[in-house]
């Protein structure tokens, strides 16, 4: 097979993701890719201010307040740069862990040297707010970070209401808005957010590449020589981005940029966050409804927020159940989905986000059901 047979192959063998990211996107958005863009050139410069400001549109109404920067890499990237620019040396952070992702930040925290108060949940209930609040009692502790949605098992925690603590105690907030920014309404001036991240590849339904930082405009101005990384210093990428009028410090992903841009574009013409939540949302309940009518259990319990941006469940109680059979099953009908990350629990997680219809969960709804029959000899049980 020539090179040009291999790639034709490789793009007929379609299927759609059902991932927290990188997700399925639309054929518009891929189609953005298909030029070279220079990245020094005025107009692609001028994009990446139109794009930063829509950020900051899409985060708040107190515009002036706020400001955005975009950093190369994947999220965790994006994540890693504020943690090492904007804590000083004799300052100490607090750490909100309840899944994989708080429990990275703590890893990034002690990797780079920051002193850490780590405060462990279990991965299936959201954290203690009067033990938070105690906590910050500690005069010493200067910042807090908290992951929004655990994309871990889909939990969705109270950003809300841990966030007034933090500022009644005045520390600065920062929130790893990963996996919901962009497809769920928030107001990060409301909220009284100091820094929020998220990336490229997740809600706002763009291709992996970079992650984007919306930092509180008087904060990021104070952070100057703080950083402990030079690729990942979230001032000096800000400084030159804000001086030379959207220009990237070292090599920024051209494509992705401007696939970024029409993913923007996109958003606003489906109506906006509102409306991508309500389309999530309606995803995440046809799915929860079809899986419980097909046996299947929700890892979370009603008791605490199920996001719309993925569901848990646990593996079906038959033993002859095979993950790997189930998710090969799943490809070849179309769907792809994700393995589970929760400590000590058999489960897998299906995702709601990225270019994903009612249609698209009635069609995997019905390949789950095939797969129950022909392999678990399951039918479903009445809802
Ligand atoms: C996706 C995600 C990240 C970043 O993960 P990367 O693999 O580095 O892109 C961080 N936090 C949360 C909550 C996420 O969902």
Not at 142 to 163: K, M
Not at 244 to 265: C, D
Not at 312 to 323: D, E, M, Q, R, V
Not at 354 to 365: A, F, T
Request: glycine share 8%; charged share 20%; aromatic share 8%.
């Amino acid at each position: 097979m020539n090179t040009q047979d291999t790639l034709n192959l490789a793009l007929d063998n379609k299927y759609l993701l059902l991932t927290p990211g990188p997700l399925s996107t639309s054929a518009t958005v891929r189609r953005a890719m298909q030029k070279d863009w220079c990245t020094w050139d005025k107009e692609y410069n001028g994009l990446v201010q139109d794009i930063r400001q829509r950020l900051v549109n899409l985060a708040t109404t107190a515009v002036d307040q706020y400001t955005a920067v975009l950093m190369q890499g994947s999220g965790s990237f994006a994540v890693e740069s504020v943690l090492g620019s904007v804590i000083a040396k004799h300052e100490k952070v607090l750490i909100i862990n309840n899944g994989a992702y708080g429990a990275r930040m703590v890893q990034m925290a002690r990797c780079l040297n920051i002193e850490v108060v780590e405060l462990v949940y279990p991965e299936t209930s959201t954290p203690d707010l009067a033990e938070i609040q105690q906590v910050l009692m500690d005069e010493s502790i200067s910042h807090v970070a908290c992951v929004h949605c655990e994309t871990t098992t889909g939990i969705l925690n109270p950003i809300q209401d841990i966030g007034r603590l933090v500022k009644a105690a005045g520390k600065v907030w920062i929130v790893d808005a990963m996996s919901s920014f962009g497809g769920i309404p928030m107001d990060i001036a409301e909220l009284e957010i100091d820094f929020l991240i998220s990336s490229a590849n997740k809600c706002i339904q763009g291709v992996p590449g970079f992650g984007f930082i919306l930092a509180k405009r008087e904060r990021l101005e104070q952070c100057q020589g703080l950083a402990r990384s030079v690729s990942l210093d979230l001032y000096d990428q800000w400084h030159t981005m804000e001086q030379q009028n959207g220009k990237w410090r070292f090599t920024s992903p051209t494509h992705v940029v401007r696939a970024f841009y029409q993913a923007l574009l996109e958003l606003e013409q489906e109506g906006g966050i509102e409306a991508r939540y309500q389309r999530y949302l309606n995803n995440q309940q046809t799915l929860s409804k079809g899986m419980s009518a097909l046996g299947f259990e929700r890892v979370l319990g009603n008791a605490c927020t199920q996001s719309p941006i993925i569901t848990t469940f646990l593996y079906p109680a038959s033993p002859k159940f095979s993950f790997q059979q189930f998710y090969e099953s799943l490809k070849q009908a179309g769907y792809v989905i994700y393995p589970g990350k929760v400590t000590d629990l058999n489960c897998f997680r299906i995702g709601n986000i990225g270019e994903v219809k009612q249609q698209d969960i009635e069609g995997l709804l019905a390949a789950i059901s095939d797969y129950c029959q022909t392999h678990l000899h399951l039918s479903a049980v009445t809802a």
